[in-house]
């Protein structure tokens, strides 16, 4: 039997790079039980305590609310706006629309430090106080860009006829986008606005720039790390992530289910 060196080379390269993206989660999941003191750069004993008292750290609870609360409130706005925007863009022409596509993109290609920086200079020039609502705000305006491109996708791969045909049994405009239209784009919308919550949870860059006094999960988790990221913020890591793993498990066994009833009934 011939050996073939090509034939194994894809699936090597592919566990080690898969390898080597999941060594600094499976580094902050082991020292997430790691019994430490002041830091947690060396390894003390296995201990539950941080995982049942994981805000007994100063500090720790109240940066990773700050972050959740930005980002939903980010999320929502950012969402609804993108929506309207990429709607707009697909279904209507006017003018500068294709200024406004440009222009749209241009968040996601400049680097954070530029639109860090450029914001807090702004807002410093106009006397608005650095903190939760800056940071807010500098997080819908780099999220919008991926809600709109996002959404676009969606709404420019949907069969008019559909609406069409609601408005020929005699739909009124507002019941044809709730009815119909709403319920084809929510797949895109969702996922836009998962992507925009992801993108603001996990920012540190322009945040950093504009938050003031205000401490989120990113920053906290960078000031801690000279010392070592405590082991209190390992598990908040820990959890998100595997969060984050039941959510996409049970929303992929969801739709396998949806699936096979389709086949089945067809």
Same mark, same amino acid.
């Given at each position: 039997?011939?050996?073939?060196?090509?034939?194994? $080379?894809?699936?090597?390269?592919?566990?080690?790079?898969?390898?080597? @993206?999941?060594?600094?989660?499976?580094?902050?999941?082991?020292?997430?039980?790691?019994?430490?003191?002041?830091?947690?750069?060396?390894?003390?004993?296995?201990?539950?305590?941080?995982? @049942?008292?994981?805000?007994?750290?100063?500090?720790?609870?109240?940066?990773?609310?700050?972050?959740?609360?930005?980002?939903?409130?980010?999320?929502?706005?950012?969402?609804?706006?993108?929506?309207?925007?990429?709607?707009?863009?697909?279904?209507?022409?006017?003018?500068?629309?294709?200024?406004?596509?440009?222009?749209?993109?241009?968040?996601?290609?400049?680097?954070?430090?530029?639109?860090?920086?450029?914001? *807090?200079?702004?807002?410093?020039?106009?006397?608005?106080?650095?903190?939760?609502?800056?940071?807010?705000?500098?997080?819908?305006?780099?999220?919008?860009?991926?809600?709109?491109?996002?959404?676009?996708?969606?709404?420019?791969?949907?069969?008019?006829?559909?609406?069409?045909?609601?408005?020929?049994?005699?739909?009124?405009?507002?019941?044809?986008?709730?009815?119909?239209?709403?319920?084809?784009?929510?797949?895109?919308?969702?996922?836009?606005?998962?992507?925009?919550?992801?993108?603001?949870?996990?920012?540190?860059?322009?945040?950093?720039?504009?938050?003031?006094?205000?401490? $989120?999960?990113?920053?906290?988790?960078?000031? *801690?790390?000279?010392?070592?990221?405590?082991?209190?913020?390992?598990?908040?890591?820990?959890?998100?992530?595997?969060?984050?793993?039941?959510?996409?498990?049970?929303?992929?066994?969801?739709?396998?289910?949806?699936?096979?009833? @389709?086949?089945?009934?067809?």
């Amino acid at each position: 039997m011939k050996f073939s060196l090509g034939k194994f $080379t894809l699936p090597i390269y592919a566990v080690l790079t898969f390898i080597y @993206l999941l060594i600094p989660i499976f580094y902050t999941f082991v020292f997430s039980f790691n019994d430490s003191l002041k830091t947690n750069l060396i390894w003390r004993g296995f201990t539950f305590d941080k995982w @049942l008292n994981v805000c007994q750290r100063e500090g720790v609870c109240e940066a990773f609310g700050n972050s959740i609360f930005i980002g939903v409130i980010s999320t929502v706005f950012a969402t609804a706006l993108g929506t309207a925007i990429a709607v707009a863009l697909v279904r209507y022409r006017f003018r500068f629309r294709s200024s406004v596509n440009l222009l749209l993109f241009l968040p996601m290609a400049t680097p954070e430090v530029v639109l860090g920086a450029g914001l *807090a200079s702004q807002f410093f020039n106009l006397g608005v106080q650095k903190g939760t609502f800056t940071i807010i705000l500098a997080h819908i305006m780099f999220c919008l860009s991926f809600v709109v491109v996002t959404v676009k996708a969606r709404v420019a791969s949907l069969d008019p006829a559909l609406e069409e045909a609601g408005r020929d049994l005699y739909a009124n405009p507002r019941q044809v986008f709730w009815k119909i239209t709403f319920p084809l784009l929510l797949p895109g919308i969702s996922a836009a606005a998962l992507l925009s919550f992801a993108l603001s949870f996990d920012d540190f860059i322009i945040t950093n720039f504009n938050a003031g006094a205000d401490m $989120t999960f990113p920053r906290y988790v960078y000031t *801690a790390a000279a010392r070592g990221v405590p082991a209190e913020a390992n598990v908040i890591g820990s959890a998100v992530f595997i969060l984050a793993i039941v959510i996409v498990l049970a929303t992929q066994i969801n739709g396998e289910i949806k699936r096979r009833r @389709l086949s089945k009934k067809a």
